[in-house]
């Protein structure tokens, strides 16, 4: 949440209004992130009159300039509190299996990357085929599902592969891998939203769709008790692997309404750069002394 406090102090000898803006930003209860001080960001309109003394002014601006380095920090993504324990345990117990895929998953990631790119989806989508076969192009599912990407015959067949009792394209690292892409880019065109597309890619998006009908939500954490269990899961999975790679969550691990929080706390932040860069750039001098009384009533304000 974005809060604004209008501070205003008349100076005792020249009647020169002086106004301090600060913007406290935060985020509410449940969004991507925690509530917390991500920034103070302080913007400051001073009357152009001379100032009675130069001392007053450089320790104004010395002061704006030394909140602002010490209280605007970079907004982080933060995980949504329904996957955590979840995904807590499924680090614990795969590491040893995620490790392995590690170790083998450079070439294979700077090729998926660069098919994903290609059809506008996040790099961060590549954590699925860890979770699906453990980037194995050889797998095969109890359900029939096939390759790196897990595609079922029906599904193979309608984005283009050949699927055959002798040739498989499932198989074919890049082909299946273009066809994974093209096949997620026409989710996200369906759900506009991430972990819908992981749900959906996993289950079905018929299956989606019903889960989001019954329960009047487009919100994953919220139609979750509408999908099956497996399809809860592998959710949860993928945030567990793209958090086991990159140590941090990103817009995919979101929702689409977390990622719109996020990027107005980000937007925010961005904001308070360049407030930070204009007081350090700018050799404004404030027109009059800004009295004890004031800077004193500006930390009893910040405090509240």
Not at 14 to 28: D, F, Q, T, Y
Not at 109 to 125: G, M, N
Not at 143 to 155: D, E, K, L, N, S
Not at 171 to 178: I, P
Request: aromatic fraction near 8%.
């Amino acid at each position: 949440m974005l809060q604004t406090k209008r501070l205003t102090f008349r100076s005792h000898s020249s009647g020169l209004l002086l106004i301090v803006v600060v913007l406290l930003i935060g985020l509410e209860k449940g969004n991507a992130q925690k509530p917390v001080h991500s920034g103070t960001v302080v913007r400051h309109q001073l009357a152009h009159q001379q100032s009675e003394t130069d001392s007053s002014a450089k320790f104004y601006r010395r002061s704006l300039q030394a909140e602002l380095n010490k209280n605007l920090h970079e907004p982080l993504v933060r995980m949504n509190p329904n996957a955590i324990k979840f995904v807590d345990n499924y680090l614990k117990k795969s590491n040893e299996e995620l490790v392995m895929v590690k170790k083998r998953s450079g070439d294979y990631f700077k090729t998926i990357e660069s098919i994903l790119l290609k059809y506008h989806v996040p790099v961060q989508l590549k954590y699925l085929a860890v979770i699906e076969s453990q980037l194995k192009t050889s797998a095969v599912s109890h359900a029939g599902a096939v390759g790196m990407w897990q595609m079922m015959p029906q599904t193979a067949r309608s984005l283009g592969l050949k699927v055959t009792t002798k040739y498989d394209e499932r198989k074919h690292f890049v082909k299946s891998t273009t066809a994974a892409a093209a096949y997620i880019k026409s989710l996200y065109a369906q759900f506009d939203d991430w972990l819908l597309v992981i749900a959906a890619y996993n289950s079905g998006a018929g299956t989606v769709s019903k889960a989001i009908k019954k329960s009047g939500s487009r919100d994953f954490w919220v139609i979750q008790q509408y999908l099956p269990a497996e399809t809860k899961a592998h959710v949860k999975r993928y945030i567990g692997a793209h958090y086991f790679f990159e140590n941090k969550g990103s817009a995919a691990t979101l929702t689409k309404s977390e990622v719109l929080k996020y990027r107005k706390s980000l937007s925010d932040y961005e904001e308070g750069l360049k407030v930070l860069e204009e007081i350090k750039q700018q050799n404004a001098e404030v027109s009059d002394v800004l009295p004890k009384t004031a800077i004193a009533e500006i930390k009893t304000e910040k405090s509240e």
